[in-house]
């Protein structure tokens, strides 16, 4: 679903990393994603609406989305 002018989400990679993926216990890859909505126009998200929020990070390996707090805890060794 897609329109000419439009709202919606935007989700943008911030950074691919490795990370001990406290879901599937695994060492895994990651990807640190943020989402922001934006107005629009032919599909070029031009106005952010909303300030930078929603940081949350997806393991590649069992693509559970969990926060970004996750790799606080992750980054000990
Ligand atoms: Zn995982």
Redesign the pocket.
């Known amino acids: 679903m897609f329109f000419i002018f439009g709202m919606g989400p935007k989700t943008q990679v911030l950074e691919k990393s490795q990370f001990l993926?406290?879901?599937?216990?695994?060492q895994?890859a990651y990807e640190l994603r943020q989402q922001r909505h934006y107005f629009s126009l032919f599909f070029i998200p031009l106005i952010p609406l909303s300030k930078a929020k929603g940081e949350f990070v997806k393991?590649l390996?069992?693509?559970?989305e969990m926060p970004s707090t996750v790799l606080n805890h992750a980054q000990q060794d």
Do not use: A, D
Request: aromatic share 0%.
């Open positions: 993926c406290p879901v599937c216990r695994t895994s393991c390996h069992c693509g559970t």
